[in-house]
């Protein structure tokens, strides 16, 4: 029986690498080609006119990459950080009204995106910080936020505060007993909340385009004018680089925050 589940378990992994991995071939096929007419099975040209628009054109990969990523992690880091303070605040210390808390987190993703950007970019415009990066930082924030939330108030519900407390009575500092005894319990959580945040104000569009106001520029902002504009082959390069710039950031602080927990169990 044991090894019938184990054999179905591998087939159903293989099935969705196959699933994620066939979409993603189609995609990296398309940035290299010329002509690919229906009902054509493989590309009839290829041509590396969309690379070359990617590195030399009017919006050059690496102030793109460099926007994009720095936006995104200001926001996963807010984002994360502003989750564990205020789930400590409602799973451990019981603030008053926690439970309008609670719900109020979950308000952006109740609300149409269209109706919250628009709302948001009157009050940009009201303080002074529409077409601002601190504008935008602060919309996808209250995007991204919701998220982060929901998975740090599981992680802190579950790992409670008794061993932090025990640090406490046997001497130590409140901060270095949450450095030391909870933070390692939490780093899943974190990296979880980080990544989500980050993703989420990665592929943000509409939200960057009204607070930025086309003066922000990253990858989605340029992204999906070519998918309306039904040019498939920059849409496609443009969607490999999206695609692995953002893989490539979550293995860095995977490996950066698995270095924290081997020095914190040191």
């Known amino acids: 029986m044991r090894t019938n589940k184990k054999g179905v378990m591998h087939a159903v992994l293989i099935l969705t690498t196959v699933i994620i991995l066939i979409p993603a071939l189609v995609i990296v096929l398309w940035s290299f080609t010329g002509k690919w007419p229906w009902p054509h099975i493989a590309p009839q040209t290829w041509t590396g006119r969309t690379w070359h628009e990617l590195l030399f054109g009017s919006s050059p990969l690496p102030g793109l990459l460099g926007s994009s990523v720095l936006l995104a992690s200001i926001v996963a880091f807010l984002s994360t950080v502003i989750a564990v303070m205020t789930a400590r605040a409602t799973e451990i210390y019981r603030v008053p009204g926690r439970t309008a808390i609670r719900y109020l987190e979950f308000l952006p993703m109740v609300v149409p995106g269209t109706v919250f950007a628009m709302g948001f970019q009157v009050t940009l415009i009201r303080i002074g910080l529409n077409d601002t ?10 995007c991204g936020l919701p998220y982060a939330y929901a998975i740090m108030s599981d992680m ?11 640090a406490q009575v ?3 500092p409140a901060g270095r007993a949450f450095l030391d005894v909870t933070l390692p319990q939490l780093l899943p959580g974190i ?8 993703i989420i104000s990665y592929s943000q569009y509409f939200t960057t385009l009204l607070a930025g106001g ?5 990858i989605a902002l340029v992204l ?3 998918i309306q504009s ?23 602080f995977e490996s950066i925050l698995k270095k924290m927990n081997r020095n914190l169990q040191a």
């Open 133 to 142: 990066m601190t504008g935008v930082v602060l919309v996808h924030l209250v």
């Open 224 to 226: 999906v004018p070519y």
């Open 230 to 252: 039904g040019d498939r082959a920059l849409s496609s390069v443009y969607s490999v680089v999206f695609v692995g710039s953002a893989l490539l950031v979550f293995a860095v």
């Open 214 to 218: 086309g003066k922000i520029k990253t």
């Open 170 to 172: 046997l001497g130590a």
């Open 156 to 166: 802190i519900a579950a790992a409670g505060n008794a061993l932090e407390e025990q």
């Open 191 to 198: 990296l979880s909340s980080f990544c989500m945040s980050f």
